[in-house]
């Protein structure tokens, strides 16, 4: 058991990714801290692409990443367009990766547009162990179906499951 207290996450393929090297030594330091094994580094979404790349030519299913932890606001490529090219690649392995935007902007705004890009989860800056496990947390027992849409493709960006009060039609004998 890892320090996460609930799963084995030493298996797990981390990309991070921020023009900040404090941000992802903590990030880093924090993955590994809970027993990740595999943690790779890019310093922006260019650097990000070239890995993911790198591990679509390498062909084996194990190479591919679990799960991205991105910052949002980075140059040449921010976290954004790495999403965008993400969700439109041609390998379903990709195009379906966990995908986590980490931002020091958390208006409703910034939330709104980056569901719409079809990410997973965002996280506020800063980050803490605990936040980061939630998210993690989040991704894996709580997995949302993905949706594909003339203007859209991620998870289904509905959380709740709204219950209806009156008869269930759709199941009449």
């Known amino acids: 058991m890892s320090s ?57 299913e194990d190479s591919l990443f679990d799960v991205v932890f991105t910052d949002w606001a980075m140059e040449p490529m921010d976290g954004l367009k790495l999403l965008k090219w993400v969700r439109d690649h041609p390998n379903p392995e990709v195009r379906y990766m966990p995908f986590v935007m980490v931002s020091a ?29 939630s998210r993690l947390t989040s991704i894996i027992e709580k997995p949302r179906a993905f949706v594909k849409s003339t203007n859209y493709f991620g998870p289904d960006r509905r959380r709740r499951n709204a219950t209806f009060n009156g008869p269930d039609r759709r199941n009449r004998g």
């Open 105 to 133: 902007y958390s208006t409703l705004d910034w939330v709104i547009e980056a569901r719409d890009y079809g990410v997973n989860e965002f996280l506020t800056k800063p980050v803490s162990v605990k936040s980061v496990v």
């Open 4 to 60: 996460s207290g609930e799963y084995d996450l030493s298996d797990l393929k981390i990309l991070v990714v921020d023009d900040s090297d404090f941000m992802l030594g903590l990030l880093i330091e924090i993955f590994e801290g809970l027993g990740c094994k595999t943690v790779i580094a890019a310093t922006d979404g260019k650097d990000a692409i070239d890995k993911i790349n790198t591990a679509v030519e390498d062909g084996r």
